[in-house]
């Protein structure tokens, strides 16, 4: 039986750009554009009518831009996945999209290959983040949140919770953790849960974050 399509929503305010990466997404068998947006009010209310299991979204939009509509779209639909589409890593902005909700980020350089194989991975729950991002996501999230951070050094993950940690950076899905741990899917759900609630994070990809800058992972696997 064929794997269904990854169904993806669009949202740059540069047509060409639009057109040609819709035109990408389409020659590979294994993604669908279901519609297109050119700012982020549309784009959230395409959203939330076509209900995509991907949003693409630019950072840089007139109006309400990707942050706004990033935290929007993850809030109406908690499953769809939003990917940033960004020409610098550095921006700040992406920084902030990523505190909204959003799972990941693509550079507008990229190359087609490299492009569907990190959408593919975001969309079955793997972290694609750069040890440059990773540092800049804690320390800003130190930076906004430090009674939080505080106060969450002081709850103790337990040996579990910090091999599923572990696991995360590695960019392993929540069913490659199981595998990997010899433990249930719904078991790795629930650690996920308690680790976000205890570290006061919104998502994986925060939680990758943390556990890169704080040392969590050994230095074997940093260097693998």
Do not use: C, W
């Amino acid at each position: 039986m064929a794997m269904k399509p990854i169904r993806v929503l669009l949202v740059d305010d540069h047509h060409l750009f639009r057109k040609g990466l819709a035109q990408i997404l389409e020659k590979a068998e294994e993604f669908k554009v279901i519609g297109e947006a050119s700012n982020g009010n549309e784009g959230v209310e395409k959203a939330k009518k076509l209900k995509p299991d991907l949003v693409l979204m630019d950072i840089q939009m007139p109006g309400s831009d990707g942050i706004e509509a990033t935290r929007r779209i993850r809030e109406a639909l908690p499953v769809t996945k939003v990917v940033i589409l960004t020409a610098f890593e550095q921006e700040r902005k992406l920084l902030d999209a990523i505190k909204n909700g959003a799972h990941g980020y693509v550079l507008k350089n990229v190359e087609p290959k490299a492009l569907f194989a990190t959408l593919r991975g975001i969309f079955h729950g793997e972290v694609a983040l750069s040890r440059v991002m990773a540092s800049q996501i804690i320390s800003h999230l130190v930076e906004e949140s430090s009674s939080n951070r505080a106060r969450s050094s002081d709850e103790q993950l337990s040996p579990k919770e910090l091999e599923v940690l572990r696991s995360l950076t590695k960019g392993g899905t929540n069913k490659e953790i199981a595998d990997t741990l010899k433990i249930a899917e719904s078991t790795v759900k629930n650690h996920l849960r308690s680790i976000l609630a205890k570290l006061h994070l919104a998502n994986r990809v925060q939680a990758a974050a943390f556990a890169l800058e704080k040392g969590i992972v050994p230095e074997e696997d940093q260097n693998s």
